[in-house]
């Protein structure tokens, strides 16, 4: 059985069974290095992860996106992803304030927000589970230790976990002002 989007299929008997199933799953990526999201994309197409990858670089167009204002918002173009990556570090907008504005808002608190970024402070990392962050993963410095990371989180999101269905928040769009 092979996906819609080619994904990486495995052979178990006579059953072919896709090995990352979600791959109807936007993501949105949130970092200002373009090198990072470019690793990023390298590393999931080389783990045949075809999920479309939207892109910002600052908190306040990762809001304008997650909101649908501006630019973003038409959702055909710009659909509502269902795992936010996100980086502290960002131009005009913050990662925290970005994750303190997402999870405090109804319509948009169920979508998995992963950090990724290079700042190792505990009281950080306390900050962001505190305000709802999903994981918190520290960038390693090397691209072997950094591919190996990607892996995982491809593994563990689109493999093992089970997310909310995005679909589903036209229903929630009716009960949630």
């Known amino acids: 059985m092979r996906s819609n989007r080619e994904n990486a299929t495995v052979v178990r008997g006579d059953v072919a069974v896709n090995q990352y199933q ?8 949130v970092d200002d290095k373009l090198e990072h999201l470019e690793k990023f994309i390298k590393l999931f197409r080389a783990k045949d ?11 306040e167009h990762a809001l304008d996106y997650l909101f649908q204002r501006k630019m973003f918002a038409d ?5 509502m992803p269902g795992l936010v990556i996100l980086d502290i570090r ?19 608190r169920t979508i998995p927000i992963i950090i990724l970024s290079e700042i190792s402070n505990r009281e950080k990392i ?14 390693p410095p090397t691209e072997d230790a950094f591919a190996s990371v ?4 491809a593994h563990y999101w ?20």
């Not at 960002?90 to 948009?108: A, C, E, F, T, Y």
């Open 22 to 29: 979600k791959d109807d799953l936007d993501i949105l990526f």
């Open 49 to 59: 992860i075809r999920n479309r990858i939207q892109s910002v670089t600052d908190g």
């Open 75 to 79: 959702r055909k173009r710009y659909p």
């Open 90 to 108: 960002l131009p005009r907008l913050s990662g925290i304030d970005v994750l303190k504005i997402v999870k405090s808002n109804m319509r948009l």
């Open 126 to 139: 306390w900050q962001s589970y505190w305000l709802g962050v999903n994981s918190y993963i520290i960038k």
């Open 150 to 153: 990607i892996e995982r989180i």
């Open 158 to 177: 689109f493999g093992m976990n089970q997310l909310p269905n995005v679909f589903k928040q036209q229903v929630i769009d009716r009960y949630v002002e």
